[in-house]
């Protein structure tokens, strides 16, 4: 590829050409665990946001609250997941994620480090400055949107 076109790229277009490969990678594992790739970040998210609510997940994932709901009820009915009604807002269900959510998500995301290092090759002390940085760029970004 010529510098003309890697300069054409913009990185969001890269970063979606990445998504699209990693799903590619993962559609198999996902499968096996019964469930999609949109409901693997759910349970991603809610691992690292224990006890949110769906607004929380509306907000984050810049979504609908019906197509929460949805995704929320799939992967309640798989018993990944618990809603329980928040005592301080009994409109609002804290979510958390089961035992066996855990185990699924444990599952993939071994799959997910896989394909980073199937396929880029690099240290785990690059890999983690990689992530760092563009969590510089995206705590810097959150800050204007």
Do not use: W
């Not at 309640?76 to 928040?86: F, G, P, V």
């Amino acid at each position: 590829m010529s510098d003309n076109m890697t300069e054409s790229y913009l990185l969001s277009t890269i970063f979606q050409r990445f998504v699209r490969l990693n799903k590619r990678f993962l559609e198999k594992y996902l499968r096996e665990q019964g469930i999609t790739y949109e409901q693997y970040h759910f349970l991603y998210m809610l691992s690292i946001n224990p006890s949110c609510n769906q607004n929380f997940l509306c907000e984050y994932f810049n979504a609908k609250k019906s197509l929460v709901s949805n995704v929320l009820r799939n992967l309640e009915d798989n018993h990944l997941i618990t809603q329980k009604i928040d005592p301080n807002n009994r409109r609002s269900y804290i979510i958390n994620l089961t035992d066996k959510g855990f185990e699924v998500l444990d599952n993939i995301r071994e799959k997910d480090k896989e394909f980073e290092v199937k396929f880029f090759e690099i240290s785990v002390a690059t890999r983690e400055d990689i992530v760092q940085n563009f969590e510089i760029v995206y705590n810097t970004m959150l800050k204007e949107y």
